[in-house]
């Protein structure tokens, strides 16, 4: 693929150059806490809850939560058993929806919960209407699923499979489950984890009046049986890669405002024109890209601290025990995906931890920490193995296509390195400038996630911990040679 210089120059001429500022705005548009009523602390809509009329004493109530109050719907319960406006309160478009559960029951218990209707889920959240409604529950064979259908097809899914001797949900035990979505995909979290991406999802626009906690939104089924607590709804993809559960209550959330990107001078024009970059970041204006042919807004699993690095703005990413930090950007006209060249540079912490994911763009396909689910990712990414070794891989299904290895390398913490990988009729690794692999034949995935991940894996996986002081990525592949790191 070649892109003509006139296309560069129009886009140096500010047409698709990145400069956003925009004012802060309310992320959070639905918060329940249950903290001595069933009304929402905030909304943008109506807070005030509705009770069906036809329901058992005691099936619906407030009980003590993870945080104060909590709400327990019993299993045995009538559609909208407990339920809100969905006016200003729910985006169709996009949004968060998450909260704590604690269940009655296990994942063992689910052919005595269901009984011989097969159809009875447990339902965690639905929107009203029939047969075209939003709704997260979990099915007679422990798949948590989140889906949306019109007129009784499914127009938007995204599944995770258990099984049942799983212990992600058990009695006693809080759970945090969570959903983001836009008008793309779906995305699914279990305590944190990324656990599913929707394989189909493409939403019309329509949704029901009302939207039910523990219940479902229509017809029959089964409610929750167990306790909710802090119920919130976001009005963007809060949750992109996965993260650390809070350990305070929800609260309401006001989105920070992105920095401004001011134009930039006619030397950083000429560079980017003459070697087709795509996207360039070096975090002098925070999560936003210097320029971008995409969109040149990254984000987080958590508040990152951008500091000052041997003279130059950089990124602290910290690794973490468990689910370390995470920084991503769009794929969509940053990278493409047959022909490209990415340097990133990084400056490892003393001592240095082993192995590292330096960049990567593999799509969690179904969920990784299941051992039915043969399916993990399909991608591309770059590690730093345990030997120092810079390893580039494909996969596809799961399963390894292709990979190219260098030999160790002299790796350095403190010490500021640049890691550059180019393919598109072959797939080359350099080193500070050096190339230090090849293979001229070289089969790409089918597929790519929406983002790309750079300093660790969409699951925080291996994150680098240390610090990383600039991105670039050109529509390149046939790369001699390439400046090495400051």
Known sequence: MYIENRVFS????????????????TDTIFLANFDGTYDAVFAKGDRT???ADDMEEGSVKLVEGKYGGGLFVGRNVPALAISYATKENFKFEKGTLEFWFRPEWTMADTEDIMGPNLFKYITFFSTSGDPTRFCLYKNQYNWLIWDYRLDYQTKGKVITQYSSQSDVIKPGKWTHMAVSWD??????FIDGNLVSISDIWDIPGMLGDRMALGSPGYGKGLGADGTFDDFRISDHQRYISSFIPPDTPLKVDVLSSVPTVPSPSQEEKDNWQKKRTMFFVDFRYGLVANFSLGNGLGGSNSILKIEEKDGRQAVRLNRRAQIGDTLWFPTYGNINVNMSTVDIDICFSDPLQLPAVIFDT???????FSPQDQHARSGTRLILDPSSRMVFECIEGGKLLSYVMSCPLTVEAGRWHRFSVSWGGGVRLYFDGKKVAEENSFPLPSTTDKYFFVGSDSQGINTIDGWIGRIEITLWNTLSECPSAR
């Open 10 to 25: 129009a886009v140096m001429a500010g047409l698709i150059l990145l400069s956003l500022a925009t004012n802060s705005c």
């Open 49 to 51: 809850f509705r009770m």
């Open 362 to 368: 593999s799509k969690v396909v179904c969920n990784p």
């Open 183 to 188: 008008t793309g995909e779906a995305r699914l």
